[in-house]
C-alpha cells in the first residue's frame, strides 16, 4: 500500500511541476552603449521613453515615442501595435523604464530592451 501511495504522491508531484508551467514574461536590460549601437544597427524599432509629459516635453531622445509608466497598465497600447517588435525603453535614472518594461512583457511585448536612464546620455537630445 505505501507503495502505491508514494506512486501516486510522485506523479501528483510530476503534474503539478509540469502542468503549471509560467509563460516567459521578461525584458533584457542592457546598457546605454548597446542601446546606441542596436539604434545604429536594426531597422524598425521604437524608443520608447516612459517619463511623464512634461519631462518628455522638456528633453528627449530624438524620435522617442512618450508613453508615460504610469498609463501603462492592463490595456492594449495603440501605439505599439506590433508585440514583437523592438522596443528600447529608458526614462530618468531607470526605476521606470525597469517598471515599465515588465509591464511591457505581461502584456506580451517579446522584444523589449531597458537601458536606463536620459540622465546617463551622451547623444543628441530635443525639446519640444
Known sequence: MKKYIMILVSIIMIMGLTGCEKKDMSYTQISMEEAVAMMATEENYIILDVRTTEEFAEKHIPNAVNIPNETIGSEELAELPDKNQLI???????????????????????NIYEFGGINNWTGELENE
Open 88 to 110: 528600447l525603453v529608458y526614462c530618468r535614472s531607470g526605476n521606470r523604464s525597469k517598471q515599465a518594461s515588465e509591464k511591457l512583457a505581461a502584456l506580451g511585448y517579446t
